[in-house]
């Protein structure tokens, strides 16, 4: 069975520190995995996949096979980035979201 | 640039009605997702189509259906409306392959809820 989860329903850090999302997935095959955001009052936004191995506002993320782990980090952390972040991989077109986690970020 | 709307936005409907929920992809995209999203939950996939044909279908009730017409809209029709299918319907739309390596761009969602 397809499952994703994202352990932390909410992560509340200070703004400067060190975050990390985490995602596990389980998933037959070898899934494309993605990182989608909804902002408050805004709709679901890819942030970044991994096939583009890419930074999207300082955010990276690594998937590590092994561990079937595609954690997300920022090593500052801004208020902006305050939002829920959901992890998804994807098999033939549909995603499978996780449970999302909320990242607050105080000043 | 143009997003995917979704309309209505917002939408009261009575145990047992009917629901129509309409869909309009970005210009040039010819993929469109629905997703459900009950209160409290992740979203949930429901079904998706490509030119037009059906391409997947996930936990989507025999009530309701979905179809995408020619000028690549979509709309999911709703039928027997129960108090649980109130919930978020996010319609997502995508180009390319028709694959799940295509990002998919989301729309604000309509907001169902059955009295």
């Known amino acids: 069975a397809q499952r994703v989860t994202q352990p932390e329903k909410l992560l509340s850090v200070f703004k400067g520190a060190p975050v990390e999302l985490k995602c596990n997935y389980s998933y037959s095959g070898s899934p494309e995995l993605f990182w989608y955001v909804q902002y408050s009052r805004q709709r679901l936004q890819l942030l970044l996949r991994?096939?583009s191995r890419e930074s999207i506002k300082g955010f990276t993320a690594d998937l590590n096979k092994g561990e079937t782990s595609f954690h997300l980090k920022k090593p500052f952390a801004q208020e902006e980035d305050s939002a829920m972040y959901y992890c998804a991989p994807a098999g033939f077109q549909k995603l499978v979201f996780g449970t999302g986690t909320r990242l607050l970020v105080s000043p | 640039a143009a997003g995917v709307i979704q309309s209505p936005r917002h939408l009261i409907k009575e145990k047992r009605e009917t629901a129509t929920l309409k869909c309009y992809p970005i210009?040039?995209?010819?993929?469109v997702y629905w997703y459900q999203q009950g209160p409290g939950q992740d979203p949930q996939f429901l079904i998706s189509f490509y030119e037009k044909m059906q391409s997947d279908k996930g936990s989507i009730p025999d009530r309701f259906s979905a179809q995408q017409f020619s000028d690549y809209h979509s709309e999911l029709n709703m039928s027997s409306l129960e108090l649980g299918d109130s919930a978020l319907y996010f319609c997502?739309?995508?180009?390319?392959?028709?694959?799940?390596?295509?990002?998919?761009?989301f729309g604000p969602g309509t907001r169902l809820t059955v009295l």
């Open positions: 210009p040039r995209h010819d993929t």
């Open positions: 991994h096939i």
């Open positions: 997502a739309s995508s180009s390319g392959t028709g694959t799940s390596t295509d990002t998919q761009y």
